[in-house]
């Protein structure tokens, strides 16, 4: 194997102006993405102007409707109250009542129950007042 052995550059031919390759498959899309662009255009049609107008007063009772109850959804200012804090106010005005109750009338060993019994009712109240 001789080192020495030089080889001849490849002979390339390039085409040297800026211009796509004539190609009639590509001048066929060209030329029906054309037609699509013009007819969609002329498809659409001028848009309508929509007039304004004064809304009668149906539509603004229905206006305001239901911007109200979109405001309440959204934000409500006054958020109500769930019903489960209403439980836990109920159960625990009950179970403090109870509790009381059972402290007033009993002997010792029962003073002890409506003392727990009346813990349980305060920790219920308050959960039904100050809970979220």
């Known amino acids: 194997m001789n080192t020495m ?4 550059p490849p002979e390339v031919y390039v085409r040297n102006d800026n211009k796509p390759a004539p190609s009639k498959l590509l001048r066929q899309r060209m030329d029906r993405v054309e037609t699509l662009l013009v007819s969609t255009h002329e498809a659409s049609g001028p848009l309508e ?3 304004t107008r ?3 007063t149906v ?8 911007n109200q109850s979109n405001s309440q959804q959204l934000a409500p200012s006054k958020p109500k109250k769930a019903m489960g804090d209403r439980i836990k106010l109920f159960g625990g005005i009950l179970l403090l009542v109870i509790g009381v109750v059972i402290m007033i009338a009993g002997p010792n060993p029962i ?4 003392i ?6 305060v920790v219920g109240v308050i959960a039904g007042l100050f809970g979220e």
């Open 49 to 51: 102007s929509s007039a």
């Open 116 to 121: 727990i019994l009346a813990l349980a009712g």
């Open 111 to 114: 003073l002890f129950l409506g």
């Open 59 to 66: 539509e603004r009772l229905m206006f305001k409707k239901m």
């Open 5 to 8: 052995t030089t080889t001849s």
């Open 54 to 56: 004064k809304i009668n």
